[in-house]
């Protein structure tokens, strides 16, 4: 059974950074890309990054780059969001999500994404 759990998640005011991790357990997580989505309060699901499973490839939602770095460890089979900057449109329920593929194209599509996680919360306040 596939398990994906987010953590790190929480209130932190503007300017700020977070560290956000993703532990996985009964999928072979270092032939996978991973990625991350977020969804604010009356909003769409949006897509954040993804890195592909040799960490070769990491690629950024405009919103995010340059502030947000996706990385991950296959030996704990983690992945984890470093974000810096942090502002106010940032805040959001984040979701951790594991591909079938090991690349990151189309990855910015959910339907591309076979497991996810519960998420975490993300609040910066101003």
């Known amino acids: 059974q596939v398990q994906v759990v987010e953590s790190g998640g929480g209130l932190v005011q503007a300017g700020g950074s977070l560290r956000l991790s993703c532990t996985t357990s009964g999928l072979s997580f270092d032939d996978t890309a991973m990625g991350w989505f977020r969804q604010a309060p009356g909003k769409e699901r949006e897509w954040v990054s993804c890195i592909s499973w040799r960490s070769v490839t990491t690629i950024y939602s405009d919103s995010v780059k340059g502030r947000f770095t996706i990385s991950r460890d296959n030996a704990k089979d983690t992945l984890y969001l470093q974000m810096n900057s942090l502002t106010p449109e940032d805040t959001a329920m984040y979701y951790c999500?594991?591909?079938?593929?090991?690349?990151?194209?189309?990855?910015?599509?959910?339907?591309?994404?076979?497991?996810w996680g519960q998420g975490t919360q993300v609040t910066v306040s101003s």
């Open positions: 999500a594991a591909r079938s593929v090991a690349y990151c194209s189309d990855s910015q599509r959910g339907n591309k994404y076979l497991y």
